[in-house]
């Protein structure tokens, strides 16, 4: 059973945004902190940013000012807005909800 499922990754040129969503089953969403993380090829998978049950956030230092994770208990969503966007964010993002549940993943792919 797909418990979270991630979409909006895509191509896109240096400087611009894209935004990812994360669509959680409810009986995940609720009461659970929430989190991107990342894999770019070769290297290990490193958290991107976090967001707790009452909406308080942390960033990776490389994302800070750039990205921005929130929620929209409504919809049992969570999205990442990235903007300004380096080739470096190129990766594979997954979404993680605590504890131990991970989305497919997500290619985002930064080039000119």
């Known amino acids: 059973q797909v418990q979270l499922v991630e979409s909006g990754g895509g191509l896109v040129q240096p400087g611009g945004s894209l935004r990812l969503s994360c669509a959680a089953a409810?009986?995940?969403?609720?009461?659970?902190?929430m989190a991107w993380y990342r894999q770019a090829p070769g290297k290990q998978r490193e958290l991107v940013a976090t967001?707790?049950?009452?909406?308080?956030?942390n960033y990776a230092d490389s994302v800070k000012g750039r990205f921005t994770i929130s929620r929209d208990r409504a919809k049992n969503t969570v999205y990442l807005q990235m903007n300004s966007m380096k080739p470096e964010d190129t990766a594979v993002y997954y979404c993680?909800?605590?504890?131990?549940?991970w989305g497919q993943g997500t290619q985002v792919t930064v080039s000119s």
């Open positions: 993680y909800a605590t504890f131990g549940f």
């Open positions: 967001i707790s049950e009452d909406g308080s956030t």
């Open positions: 409810r009986s995940i969403f609720s009461n659970r902190a």
